[in-house]
């Protein structure tokens, strides 16, 4: 298979671009804008693949999607490319409307016009796989509100959408016009919402690597609010290739939930990295010595919970790694790169970028 890949340079892109190229025999072209989470560092590994092509266009330019779909001609979409910090989305929405809800639209549109000029078994064999999140349904009960015998409830793919942040109310929007666009237009789509997602190659203003590099530099560890807010945590490398078995097995016009089954409270998950830590980089003090608590932000969810039931039973797809397994791999990994994180850190990967990918004109 060719399999276009947006926002392949991201944290979660990157992952699935290395899992197609190691694991299987399909080829991919990477289409990404490269904004300040994009990092082609991430993609070393397999950047000299014949089977690996990189684009640097963004998603909101159709006359270059509509170039890359006639020359590539692939056979699938795999649909990535987007805005995720939930905080830039509180201090500037805009970027996240622009990327979030006008780029999934261009694409959609790019798509259907490739798709419609297929011939009847490329048209029967296509796929248009949007990737999202589980944040698009807003927040569960949290064990504190609820009698300590009741039975938790989990996101399901019949869940209604609640979304709380501009970030998650762009990714409602997009899935929303996914699939007006199948029911409209007829293109094939599936969508998958995911839990929140760690591991290597991961962007240092989320929570874990933020934390593991902050440790390290001897830095606060901030924590918002009293640090209770409960995630489910899945191992981006359990992700990846939970979206290839989705794109290649899934069933049109379905919905699938993917989820690590690791539900943390915040404050243990920053626990536990201090704990490794102190094993694997040991000091005079004990790194939990750093957390430090600040004020929460606005509109914070605080928890969120996946059923990944139907795509365990469907397409026996199952999380590979614990948190407890993933979360020392993850810390080793950013003990292991130090390169790759003083290129972020100092921004010298944007130098990099500004040299080697000038803008079509």
């Given at each position: 298979?060719?399999l276009?890949v947006?926002?392949?340079?991201?944290?979660?892109?990157?992952?699935?671009?290395?899992?197609?190229?190691?694991?299987?025999?399909?080829?991919?072209?990477?289409?990404?804008?490269?904004?300040?989470?994009?990092n082609?560092?991430?993609?070393?590994?397999?950047?000299?693949?014949?089977?690996?092509?990189?684009?640097?266009?963004?998603?909101?330019?159709?006359?270059?999607?509509?170039?890359?779909?006639?020359?590539?001609?692939?056979?699938?979409?795999?649909?990535?490319?987007?805005?995720?910090?939930?905080?830039?989305?509180?201090?500037?929405?805009?970027?996240?409307?622009?990327?979030?809800?006008?780029?999934?639209?261009?694409l959609?549109?790019?798509?259907r016009?490739?798709?419609?000029?297929?011939?009847?078994?490329?048209?029967?064999?296509?796929?248009?796989?949007?990737?999202?999140?589980?944040e698009?349904?807003?927040?569960?009960?949290?064990?504190?509100?609820?009698?300590?015998?009741?039975?938790?409830p989990?996101?399901?793919?019949?869940?209604?959408?609640?979304?709380?942040?501009?970030?998650?109310?762009?990714?409602?929007?997009?899935?929303?016009?996914?699939?007006?666009?199948?029911r409209?237009?007829?293109?094939?789509?599936?969508?998958?919402?995911c839990?929140?997602?760690?591991?290597?190659?991961?962007?240092?203003?989320?929570?874990?690597?933020?934390?593991?590099?902050?440790?390290?530099?001897?830095?606060?560890?901030?924590?918002y609010?009293?640090?209770?807010?409960?995630?489910?945590?899945?191992?981006?490398?359990?992700?990846?290739?939970?979206?290839?078995?989705?794109?290649?097995?899934?069933?049109?016009?379905?919905?699938?939930?993917?989820?690590?089954?690791?539900?943390?409270?915040?404050?243990?998950?920053?626990?536990?990295?201090?704990?490794?830590?102190?094993?694997?980089?040991?000091?005079?003090?004990?790194?939990?010595?750093?957390?430090?608590?600040?004020?929460?932000?606005?509109?914070?969810?605080?928890?969120?919970?996946?059923?990944?039931?139907?795509?365990?039973?469907?397409?026996?797809?199952?999380?590979?790694?614990?948190?407890?397994?993933g979360?020392?791999?993850t810390?080793?990994?950013?003990?292991?790169?130090?390169?790759?994180?003083?290129?972020?850190?100092?921004?010298?990967?944007q130098?990099?970028?500004?040299?080697?990918?000038?803008?079509?004109?």
């Amino acid at each position: 298979m060719k399999l276009l890949v947006t926002g392949g340079a991201g944290f979660i892109g990157s992952a699935v671009v290395r899992h197609i190229i190691e694991n299987t025999l399909d080829h991919v072209i990477n289409v990404d804008k490269l904004t300040y989470a994009g990092n082609p560092e991430s993609l070393k590994v397999i950047a000299n693949s014949e089977r690996y092509v990189f684009e640097k266009v963004d998603i909101c330019e159709r006359s270059e999607l509509d170039r890359i779909f006639s020359q590539y001609k692939p056979d699938a979409v795999m649909h990535l490319a987007a805005e995720s910090h939930v905080d830039r989305s509180i201090t500037g929405p805009a970027a996240f409307i622009e990327t979030n809800i006008v780029g999934t639209y261009t694409l959609l549109e790019a798509a259907r016009f490739y798709w419609s000029s297929l011939d009847d078994e490329s048209r029967a064999a296509f796929r248009f796989h949007h990737i999202s999140t589980d944040e698009v349904y807003g927040d569960l009960p949290h064990p504190d509100e609820l009698n300590t015998n009741a039975e938790l409830p989990l996101f399901l793919e019949s869940t209604p959408y609640a979304p709380s942040s501009p970030y998650s109310a762009s990714k409602a929007s997009s899935d929303h016009l996914v699939r007006a666009w199948m029911r409209t237009y007829g293109l094939p789509t599936i969508i998958t919402n995911c839990s929140n997602n760690y591991g290597p190659y991961h962007f240092p203003e989320k929570l874990i690597p933020l934390v593991i590099l902050n440790a390290l530099e001897g830095k606060k560890l901030p924590i918002y609010g009293k640090g209770d807010q409960i995630r489910d945590w899945l191992y981006v490398e359990d992700h990846a290739r939970a979206l290839y078995a989705v794109v290649t097995t899934g069933n049109i016009g379905n919905t699938y939930n993917i989820g690590g089954h690791n539900e943390m409270k915040n404050l243990d998950v920053v626990e536990n990295i201090c704990r490794l830590l102190d094993e694997l980089v040991p000091k005079a003090t004990k790194y939990s010595d750093q957390i430090t608590y600040v004020t929460d932000r606005p509109g914070h969810d605080r928890r969120y919970a996946i059923d990944a039931g139907k795509i365990n039973q469907e397409l026996n797809w199952h999380p590979q790694e614990t948190f407890e397994s993933g979360i020392r791999k993850t810390v080793q990994w950013y003990l292991d790169n130090s390169e790759w994180i003083k290129n972020v850190n100092s921004g010298a990967y944007q130098t990099w970028i500004d040299k080697n990918y000038k803008e079509r004109k």
